[in-house]
């Protein structure tokens, strides 16, 4: 029998929105989840950064574990699998729950990105290092957010005691080698994972198109 965490890519064919069973069959590791939803700190971090999105998150779908996802909140509704106790900042949830508690107690929409690569046991091994190593780090305030943006805009690395959602997924492809390492991690924003940005998957992998999530 083929190991789960070696199952070739679902891909889903082009067309409308799909259910979060169907979406949750297809995720793969290294896939994104994107949400946006209308809250006013929600805006204010898509005006600010300018992106259309403002949170992403990354599947983590290994061995025998149920999909996961790898991101950074302020909230700590959801128990970190990693740890085993809710936590705000870096975290690592049930992937299911995760999305339900963005579409329903957040109230966001919710779209998967899936990724185009093959995923080997070396390029997991360094994902869940970077687990190992980033699992519980603090979520910044909105104020210190755009601080961080800002300054990676710039191309200057901000202090790693605090990170963001999109600092996580990018600091993950960094070390599973889908991403160039000579960039901060707060060079990006989640915006940056939407289908309109330039965002360049190194040694031929590439991202498809947004599917919208019905959940």
Known sequence: MEHPRHRGPGRHRAGGPIGLDEAVELTRTGDLWLFRGRSVADQAIRVLTNAPVNHVGMAVV???LPPLMWHAELG??????????????????DLREAVGQWTGRYEQRAWLRQLEAEVTPAMEDAL???????????????AALVGRWARGRVRRAAPAELTYCAEVVATA???MGLLPDDLPSNYYDPGRFWSGDDLQPRHGARLGEEVAVDV
């Open 62 to 64: 290994v061995d025998d």
């Open 76 to 93: 700590k509704g959801l128990v970190d699998v990693w740890s085993g106790k809710h936590q705000r900042g870096v975290q690592l949830h």
């Open 128 to 142: 869940l290092s970077s687990i190992a190593r980033l699992d519980g780090t603090p979520f910044p305030s909105t």
């Open 173 to 175: 492809y960094v070390a």
